[in-house]
Structure formats: C-alpha cells, structure tokens
C-alpha cells in the first residue's frame, strides 16, 4: 500500500509570509511538518509544499508514494509535467527530478475539507515564520 502524504501551502498576503503543511500516513503511523518558509505566493506555497514532502519521503526511503494536494494547479503541473504560467516551472523541473527517486508515484486533488490537517499545518507555519 501507498504511503500517503498531504500537502498544503499558505500565504499570508500574495505575496505573504508563508507556510507548508505535510501530514503523512505510513504503515500505521502519522507524522506531521509544519514548515515556514519565508515570503511568498499561495501558489508557490503549494508547489514547494509537495517539493518538501517528496523529498521527506525520498530521505525515509519511501518507494510507493501517493501525494493529496488540494492545489488543481499542483497537480495538473505534475501529472503532465508542465505548466502554462512559466513562473512555476523552476518548481516542476524540481518535481520531475524527485519523481524519478520513487518507483510508484500518484499524485491526487482532494477538496480542501479532505485536506484539512495539512491546511491547519500549513497555516501554523505561518504563524511559526512570522516568530522568527
């Protein structure tokens, strides 16, 4: 079975402070990142959201991989490995090089009420970013 991992960015502003939630599920256990990553778009918040939780995953040696994001521009970038908006592409280029450390990799769009404990983790990271 998958491992399954959630992700989500917040800004604070667009741009804003900002920060990534990851709430992953493997093998029966749950972790939780909430993650500040300084000043940015909401948009950029969700790719570096499930930039960050690849490479979590890619650390622990995760082979099966099935990332939820509630962001349809993540996704869609992701799955046809491009995007229209050439802002983004530095991140897909970025998500097409870790796709390659996983042998099964799903990338899927939830609803945002699906995707609540990465929200709320999200959100805390802006909170912690701006204590810094």
């Known amino acids: 079975m998958p491992t399954e991992i959630y992700v989500d960015g917040a800004s604070a502003g667009n741009p804003g402070p900002s920060g990534i939630g990851i709430f992953i599920k493997h093998e029966g256990k749950a972790e939780s990142f909430s993650i500040p990553i300084g000043v940015h778009t909401n948009q950029?918040?969700?790719?570096?959201?499930?930039?960050?939780?690849?490479?979590?995953?890619?650390?622990?040696?995760?082979?099966?991989?099935?990332?939820?994001?509630?962001?349809?521009?993540v996704e869609r970038a992701t799955e046809l490995e491009m995007v229209k908006n050439i802002t983004f592409q530095p991140f897909v280029e970025e998500i097409i090089r870790l796709k390659a450390a996983f042998p099964l990799f799903f990338i899927k769009w939830i609803p945002g009420k699906q995707n609540q404990k990465a929200d709320l983790l999200a959100k805390e990271a802006i909170r912690l970013n701006e204590k810094n």
């Open 44 to 73: 950029e918040a969700e790719f570096l959201a499930l930039i960050e939780g690849m490479k979590l995953c890619a650390t622990r040696g995760y082979q099966s991989v099935s990332f939820r994001t509630d962001s349809d521009i």
